[in-house]
């Protein structure tokens, strides 16, 4: 599990809410119109935004996402491909036949590989299955994108509602109160929404898609030089770009 996420997200709230009460009560920034109109309203728009069934998947992808660590390490699938490498220049590509790939990607391009495949067809049916999945994982940062943009509107017009009410209200005292709680409290909302949910749940899964981004084309590459019976330190300065750190400080020494 991200954790930074969730510690994130219960920080900021509770930095709101400790302000909140050290000036006065909770009670007065609890408004139902103005949840209505912010939250109401941009699910509303997200919805006009993106089909039903988008809304849901995406939401889904955005939140495995920002809330789980991905499962494939980079690190690991160089080392495994360095392993392969050097599996094959000894025994060749049949020697993969009984290999366990954990990796579901690499192991069907290893698989391919043993079937007589072609380093052009591997990579043109990886990179089909990788783009695919990848345009997933955007849709959802497109998703909270589309909800951070949204909020803040929202907030500005529950705030011209507000001020509306308040000014067609001015000869009767007791209703500009909760004119002007709707007037500032969904401004309130719909900033809060934005930049401490939405917005930074958005910015995380743009990181982490480029970096899901360039751990699956360094399974792609992987696979295609182990195709290709590439030499073991041949593939370490190929895949050696792809890792976050470059290459492991001990290998570095070794080479």
């Not at 495994?80 to 579901?104: F, H, Q």
């Amino acid at each position: 599990m991200d954790i930074a996420t969730l510690i994130g997200i219960i920080a900021g709230a509770g930095v709101i809410f400790g302000a909140i009460l050290m000036g006065g009560s909770l009670d007065s920034f609890v408004d139902v119109p103005s949840i209505m109109v912010v939250f109401g309203g941009t699910a509303a728009a997200t919805l006009i935004k993106f089909p039903m069934r988008d809304v849901v998947k995406s939401l889904k992808i955005g939140v495995g996402i920002a809330f789980k660590n991905p499962k494939e390490d980079p690190l690991s699938i160089y080392e495994k491909a360095i392993e392969l490498a050097a599996l094959v220049r000894k025994n060749g590509l049949l020697g993969l036949e009984n290999v366990e790939v954990e990796n579901e990607i690499m192991a069907r391009g290893i698989r391919m590989c043993v079937d007589g495949h072609s380093g052009e067809v591997i990579r043109s049916s990886i990179s089909s299955e990788v783009e695919k999945s990848i345009q997933n994982d955007e849709l959802g940062e497109l998703m909270f994108r589309g909800i951070g943009d949204t909020a803040p509107a929202f907030g500005m017009i529950g705030t011209l509602v507000g001020l509306v009410q308040m000014l067609a209200n001015l000869s009767d005292p007791d209703a500009i109160g909760p004119a002007m709680a709707i007037a500032m409290l969904t401004t309130f909302y719909g900033a809060v929404l934005a930049n401490l949910i939405a917005l930074p749940i958005a910015d995380k899964l743009a990181l982490k898609v480029d970096r899901l981004r360039n751990t699956k084309q360094l399974i792609i590459e992987s696979v295609v030089q182990i195709q290709a019976s590439q030499s073991p330190m041949v593939m370490k300065e190929i895949l050696g770009p792809y890792l976050p750190g470059g290459v492991p400080a001990d290998e570095d020494a070794g080479a």
